[in-house]
T-cell receptor, first 111, second 113 residues
Framework: SQTIHQWPATLVQPVGSPLSLECTVE??????LYWYRQAAGRGLQLLFY??????ISSEVPQNLSASRPQDRQFILSSKKLLLSDSGFYLC??????????FGPGTRLTVL | AQSVAQPEDQVNVAEGNPLTVKCTYS??????LFWYVQYPNRGLQFLLK??????LVKGSYGFEAEFNKSQTSFHLKKPSALVSDSALYFC???????????FGKGTRLSVIA
C-alpha cells in the first residue's frame, strides 16, 4: 500500500533562517505531488505541484520554492523565512485523476 | 477556472440528528468532486468522491453526498451525527484532466452531546 511521509512534524525557526521540508511517497511511481499551506486551521492554499521529476508549477509567487529531485520526493524550501511563512504545510499525492492523499503535515512557526 | 463555495463557516448539530454540510462548485465541463475531513493538527482524510454515475455517493464513516448538476451542489450528509464527527470538512473540485484540486474554505462541524 502507499504511504506518504513528511518531516519534520514541527519546526520553530527564526526570521531570516532557511527552510527545508521534505515529503516522500512510498509504494507508487510517478505520482503527482502537491504542497499546500493552511493558515489558522482553515482553508488550503496550493503552493506548488509537480507531475514529474524536475517539473514544478508555482501557483502563488512568494518566498518559497519547491524541487523534485527524485520521483517520489518533493521538497519545499526557503532561503530566508518571513513571519508570514508560519503555518501548517501539507504534502499530497495522487496517482492521476483521482483523489489526493495527504501527509500528516508540518507545523512551522517563524519567530 | 474552478471554484468551490462552502457557505457556512460553522455547523452545529445535536448528536443523533442528521447533518448537512453544504458545498457548491463552479467548473468547466464535468466535475470531479471530493469531500475531506481534518482533525486538529492532522492531514486531510479522504471521505468520498463523485466522478460519474449515481448521484448519491456513499463514503467512509457513514457519510454520503448528493451530486446535483442543476444546482451545482455536492452537499455532505449523515443520517445520525456522532460527537466524534466534530472536525473541519473540506469540499474540493477538479475539472477533467491532470489538474490540482481546488478546495473550499472549510466548514467546522460541531456535534453536541
Amino acid at each position: 500500500s502507499q504511504t506518504i511521509h513528511q518531516w519534520p512534524a514541527t519546526l520553530v525557526q527564526p526570521v531570516g533562517s532557511p527552510l527545508s521540508l521534505e515529503c516522500t511517497v512510498e509504494g507508487t511511481s510517478n505520482p503527482n505531488l502537491y504542497w499546500y499551506r493552511q493558515a489558522a486551521g482553515r482553508g488550503l492554499q496550493l503552493l506548488f505541484y509537480s507531475v514529474g521529476i524536475g517539473q514544478i508549477s508555482s501557483e502563488v509567487p512568494q518566498n518559497l520554492s519547491a524541487s523534485r529531485p527524485q520521483d517520489r520526493q518533493f521538497i519545499l524550501s526557503s532561503k530566508k523565512l518571513l513571519l508570514s511563512d508560519s503555518g501548517f504545510y501539507l504534502c499530497a499525492w495522487t496517482p492521476g485523476q483521482n483523489e489526493q492523499f495527504f501527509g500528516p503535515g508540518t507545523r512551522l512557526t517563524v519567530l | 477556472a474552478q471554484s468551490v463555495a462552502q457557505p457556512e463557516d460553522q455547523v452545529n448539530v445535536a448528536e443523533g440528528n442528521p447533518l448537512t454540510v453544504k458545498c457548491t462548485y463552479s467548473v468547466s465541463g464535468n466535475p470531479y468532486l471530493f469531500w475531506y475531513v481534518q482533525y486538529p493538527n492532522r492531514g486531510l482524510q479522504f471521505l468520498l468522491k463523485y466522478i460519474t454515475g449515481d448521484n448519491l455517493v456513499k463514503g467512509s464513516y457513514g457519510f454520503e453526498a448528493e451530486f446535483n448538476k442543476s444546482q451545482t451542489s455536492f452537499h455532505l450528509k449523515k443520517p445520525s451525527a456522532l460527537v466524534s464527527d466534530s472536525a473541519l470538512y473540506f469540499c474540493a473540485v477538479r475539472a477533467a484532466g491532470n489538474t490540482p484540486l481546488v478546495f473550499g474554505k472549510g466548514t467546522r462541524l460541531s456535534v453536541i452531546a
